[in-house]
């Protein structure tokens, strides 16, 4: 148990809708990072955010935004939802705001099917 | 611009034999280089990183890495495999910080053989 969190653990929804994914990272970490993970687009980095801040952007799409609270949990929000967002969404958090020095912890992530 | 290139989709050991998974990267600045393992229905977990200290990496498992800048090689290696070692293993690149790009290979899914 890698201590990070996220919920839900499962997510079936229709095109066109919109979801909210949320994560809770380990307790001292400042960090947040979303993933997707797909059959064919693999691993890929979509946001970070350190300390309530948006702190790098990967491949992130217009429809998809996020955010990080005060207590530093962080909800991922995708909206007029494709099939091809069908993926598993990855939550880690590290302790520090760089990911060059610092070890990520990932939860165990959300299964989105788009239908 | 950076990239990760594991070159083997699938490799499968017999238990007991050693592991070795391959992995090159391109990259415009001096990286960190990072192997994950992910167990099925599990999230990531990190096995070892490198951040430009010693070249041999040690991690957990029994697993290490060798950074070689020449090669722009860095591959996973197990002297002896178990099991328990049957997971994907992504080898990943980071740059944040400098141009903020995480990039992930497409992953190396190893097969145990009893």
């Known amino acids: 148990d890698s201590g990070v969190t996220q919920t839900p653990k499962h997510l079936i929804t229709a095109t066109g809708q919109r979801v909210t994914l949320r994560c809770s990272p380990r307790?001292?970490?400042?960090?947040v990072y979303w993933y997707q993970q797909s059959l064919d687009q693999g691993l890929q980095f979509l946001i970070q955010?350190?300390?309530?801040?948006?702190?790098a952007k990967g491949n992130i799409l217009e429809r998809f935004s996020a955010q990080q609270f005060p207590d530093l949990h962080s909800e991922l929000n995708l909206s007029s939802l494709e099939l091809g967002d069908s993926a598993l969404y990855f939550c880690?958090?590290?302790?520090?705001?760089?990911?060059?020095?610092?070890?990520?912890?990932f939860g165990p992530g959300t299964r989105l099917t788009v239908l | 611009a950076q990239s990760v290139t594991q070159l083997d989709s699938h490799v499968s050991v017999s238990e007991g034999t050693p592991v070795l998974l391959r992995c090159n990267y391109s990259?415009?600045?001096?990286?960190?280089l990072f192997w994950y393992v992910q167990h099925p229905n599990k999230g990531l977990q990190l096995l070892l990183k490198?951040?430009?200290?010693?070249?041999l990496v040690k991690g957990i498992n029994g697993f290490e890495a060798e950074f070689k800048k020449s090669e722009t090689s860095f591959h996973l290696t197990k002297p002896s495999a178990h099991m328990s070692d049957a997971a994907e293993y992504f080898c990943?690149?980071?740059?944040?910080?400098?141009?903020?790009?995480?990039?992930f290979g497409k992953g190396t899914r190893l097969h145990i053989l009893p």
């Open positions: 990943v690149v980071s740059d944040l910080g400098r141009d903020d790009k995480i990039i």
């Open positions: 990259s415009s600045y001096s990286p960190s």
């Open positions: 880690a958090s590290s302790v520090g705001g760089l990911a060059v020095y610092n070890e990520q912890f």
């Open positions: 307790s001292g970490d400042l960090s």
């Open positions: 955010y350190y300390n309530g801040e948006e702190r």
């Open positions: 490198y951040t430009s200290a010693a070249t």
